[in-house]
C-alpha cells in the first residue's frame, strides 16, 4: 500500500475515533443488539430503527479501542438507507476484506469501509474491526440480544 493512502486511511480512523458518528441512544429502537470482544475489552450496544426490510437510522454506545470505535462509527454511517440483503453484502465484503481470504475486493462497493483494510496485517486486531459487523448482523437477524466474539 503507497505511504500517502495508509496515511489518509489513519486520518479517517483518528477521525472517527475522536468523533464517532451516531454515538446516541436510540429511543424507540426496533433492534438493540450488545457486542463484546473479550479479546480486547470493546463492548458497544448497537440500536437499528428498520421500516419492513430497510434500515432507516442506526446508532451506537459503548466504549472500545480506536479501530473498534472507528469501524462501528463508520459501519453506522454506510448502512443507513441499506436493506438487510445490501448490509450482509457488505458485512460479507468488509469480513473478506479484513480476514484476507479475498484479494480482490471490490473497493469501490465498499467505499469509506476500505480505510480499515490495514487490520488485515495485524490479527489481534481483526475482531476489533469486525465486531461491529457481528453486532449488526445478529441485530438483523433478531434472534439474540448479546454477541461474543469469542
Ligand atoms: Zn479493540
Not at 500500500?1 to 441512544?25: G, T
Not at 428498520?50 to 479501530?67: E, H, L, Y
Amino acid at each position: 500500500m503507497f505511504d500517502d493512502l495508509r496515511d489518509l486511511y489513519q486520518e479517517v480512523i483518528f477521525d472517527h475515533n475522536r468523533s464517532p458518528r451516531n454515538f446516541r441512544v436510540m429511543e424507540n429502537a426496533d433492534r438493540e443488539v450488545e457486542g463484546f470482544n473479550p479479546l480486547c475489552g470493546d463492548r458497544l450496544t448497537l440500536f437499528l430503527k428498520m421500516d419492513s426490510d430497510k434500515i432507516v437510522d442506526a446508532s451506537f454506545q459503548g466504549s472500545g479501542c480506536a479501530i473498534s470505535t472507528a469501524s462501528v462509527s463508520l459501519m453506522t454511517e454506510i448502512v443507513k438507507g441499506k436493506t438487510e440483503a445490501e448490509a450482509e453484502t457488505l458485512f460479507k465484503q468488509f469480513h473478506e476484506m479484513t480476514t484476507g481470504k479475498e484479494e480482490n475486493v471490490n473497493l469501490e462497493a465498499i467505499g469509506k469501509l476500505a480505510v480499515l483494510a490495514g487490520v488485515r496485517e495485524y490479527p489481534a486486531r481483526v475482531k476489533c474491526a469486525t465486531l461491529a459487523w457481528h453486532t449488526l448482523d445478529a441485530a438483523l437477524k433478531n434472534e439474540q440480544k448479546s454477541i461474543s466474539t469469542e
